[in-house]
């Protein structure tokens, strides 16, 4: 059983930075594979980052490469989106989700989700 909470969300302007913070609650943290997801008014949930347990291996969604940033503390059950060189079309609601198992860009395959938080990016 696991219990996510984001923070960090908030508006920022276009070309403007912001680090989303995911904060586990349950055990075993180091063991989960760690996602994040993104939801626009009227659009599929699309993936954004993931990240082994260890902290080894990410993955990134196409549109985000070169610009968001995915870690992990495992010391503090957190992981990290940091987003650079925001654009008008990154608004969405950010959630983050877990998986005790590898690491998925499908998003049904993830057990424990966050409620999410608000990203907005200003023209």
């Known amino acids: 059983q696991v219990q996510l909470v984001e923070s960090g969300g908030g508006l920022v302007q276009a070309g403007g930075s912001l680090r989303l913070s995911c904060a586990a609650s349950g055990r075993a943290f180091s063991t989960y594979s760690m996602g994040w997801f993104r939801q626009a008014p009227g659009k599929e949930r699309e993936f954004v980052a993931a990240?082994?347990?260890?902290?080894?291996?990410?993955n990134y969604g196409d549109s985000v490469k070169g610009r968001f940033t995915i870690s992990r503390d495992n010391a503090k059950n957190t992981v990290y989106l940091q987003m650079n060189n925001l654009k008008p079309e990154d608004t969405a609601v950010y959630y983050c989700?877990?998986?005790?198992?590898?690491?998925?860009?499908?998003?049904?395959?993830?057990?424990?989700w966050g409620q999410g938080t608000q990203v907005t990016v200003s023209s």
């Open positions: 990240i082994t347990g260890s902290g080894r291996n990410t």
């Open positions: 989700a877990a998986v005790q198992s590898v690491w998925s860009s499908i998003s049904r395959r993830y057990d424990y």
